[in-house]
């Protein structure tokens, strides 16, 4: 019997700790990619956040509130996706952008933006480029492929993988969030001033 309960013990923690492995490692990665984004912009150059990276910090994304602003990647490969999203395509300030990455990890807030919804998305110069919600929708990546030329120039694409609660990992559909740079507001009316301050 105690042999018994200690094979179910070792074999309930083994999966525990395979299981809490990911989340920990995406977790103590994005700590470690805030210093290397630090690093790229305090040098205005690529900084690797460990000497065997593949990849760097190009951008830092935030989705809103209620979340902690994302350390964006250089690439898309397995490697990189599991420490925090990937630019797929476009530089900033040079639209359009495609970001992905893991449903379950850093692009699980992604379920609950909506048309709307503010996204900031800051350039290695410290700039940031607030984009507009417009549209969310699912795609079967198996009839529809993602067209860089067909985007508009000023949008920014997030991709991850659908249905969010799913426990297959190759399923062939994506959750896209589409979305445009927002204008800035002018200055009077940013700063809380109304119509009447504008000089009308």
Partial sequence: MSRCLLTLSLLFGAVFVVGAWIPLKAMLAQELLTLAWAE????????????????????????GPGTEPLIVLEGVHGESLAFGPGRLAGATREGPIIIAGHRDTHFDALEHLKAGNLLRLQDQAGSWTDYEVTRIRIA??????????????DSL??????PFDSLASDGPLRY?????????LPLNLASGGGIADAGF
């Fill in 40 to 63: 790229t912009q305090a040098r205005q150059q690529p900084a690797r956040p460990w000497p065997w990276a593949d990849t760097w910090p190009v951008a830092r994304l935030d989705l």
């Fill in 140 to 153: 079967d990546s198996r009839e529809e492929g993602i067209e860089l030329d067909a985007m508009a120039p």
């Fill in 157 to 162: 694409l997030l991709v991850t993988c659908f």
């Fill in 176 to 184: 896209l969030v589409e979305a445009r740079v927002r204008p800035p």
